[in-house]
């Protein structure tokens, strides 16, 4: 994530960490916004236009 963007800023303060499992839960209709991914026990609705700043890793 960018340093100087308030949006990822605020990700970083949820919780969207390096190391951090995230997990996709549900999607909009068709596909669409928003995104439901959670981190730990907690769940956040995120536009596409968020979810693109956070880099995801698939884990084994």
Known sequence: MTEG???A???RDYGFVRGEPVRLVGRGPIGADPLLVQ???TRFALRRAEAARVIVEKSA
């Open 9 to 11: 800023r605020r990700l």
């Open 39 to 41: 981190i730990g026990f």
């Open 5 to 7: 963007d308030p949006i």
